[in-house]
T-cell receptor
Framework: DQQVKQNSPSLSVQEGRISILNCDYT??????FLWYKKYPAEGPTFLIS?????DKNEDGRFTVFLNKSAKHLSLHIVPSQPGDSAVYFC?????????FGQGTELSVKP | KAGVTQTPRYLIKTRGQQVTLSCSPI?????VSWYQQTPGQGLQFLFE???????NKGNFPGRFSGRQFSNSRSEMNVSTLELGDSALYLC????????????FGQGTRLTVV
């Protein structure tokens, strides 16, 4: 079974700087990954996705990088804003099933 | 385009009761999946429906069940509620079963007392 791991439970960044959130996975099949942002007691909000035919996908301040040889993906937020403070989840979409990492709580300080 | 709608938003039930939660997906989306979020276990997959058929099921007891209707709306049911079933239940819809974005509703907060 695919596993998705986010090894950093929390990250603190200064406003205006870059936030880098990391995620590792175990399966090497054709993959589709997504990043979500989540506030307490609300549903996750879709941010950005990437398929394994690409190395990079960019949408405004958000860029996701996929390193297939290392089975690693990262989300870059530049510049970070206080409103970005939330829990970020990476997920693998496989056959209608999303497999989530444990999440990283990002705190952006003014 | 309307987003994913879950009802009710909040629910309080007593141990031993049963509960039904509802999810209306984004128009045109045929895949609906359900997740449970608890502080200790994170976001865990319950089951997924596509064109009224359950295609995937997570590691939850048989007390958790669901169904999907011809208009893609979905319901999940939990019978014989236990205190540990208290959680945020989330529904997500996507156009097809893989390699597409999945969008979530606001969730139903279930409290079992």
């Amino acid at each position: 079974d695919q596993q998705v791991k986010q090894n950093s439970p929390s990250l603190s960044v200064q406003e205006g700087r870059i936030s880098i959130l990391n995620c590792d996975y175990t399966n090497s099949m054709f993959d589709y990954f997504l990043w979500y942002k989540k506030y307490p007691a609300e549903g996750p909000t879709f941010l950005i996705s990437i398929s394994s035919i690409k190395d990079k996908n960019e949408d405004g301040r958000f860029t996701v990088f996929l390193n297939k040889s290392a089975k690693h993906l990262s989300l870059h937020i530049v510049p970070s804003q206080p409103g970005d403070s939330a829990v970020y989840f990476c997920a693998h979409h496989q056959g209608g099933k999303l497999i989530f990492g444990q999440g990283t709580e990002l705190s952006v300080k003014p | 385009k309307a987003g994913v709608t879950q009802t009710p938003r909040y629910l309080i039930k007593t141990r031993g009761q049963q509960v039904t939660l509802s999810c209306s997906p984004i128009s045109g989306h045929r895949s609906v999946s359900w997740y449970q979020q608890t502080p200790g276990q994170g976001l865990q997959f319950l089951f997924e429906y596509f064109s009224e058929t359950q295609r995937n099921k997570g590691n939850f007891p048989g007390r958790f069940s669901g169904r999907q209707f011809s208009n893609s709306r979905s319901e999940m049911n939990v019978s014989t509620l236990e205190l540990g079933d208290s959680a945020l239940y989330l529904c997500a819809s996507s156009y097809q079963d893989m390699n597409t974005e999945a969008f979530f509703g606001q969730g139903t907060r279930l409290t079992v007392v």
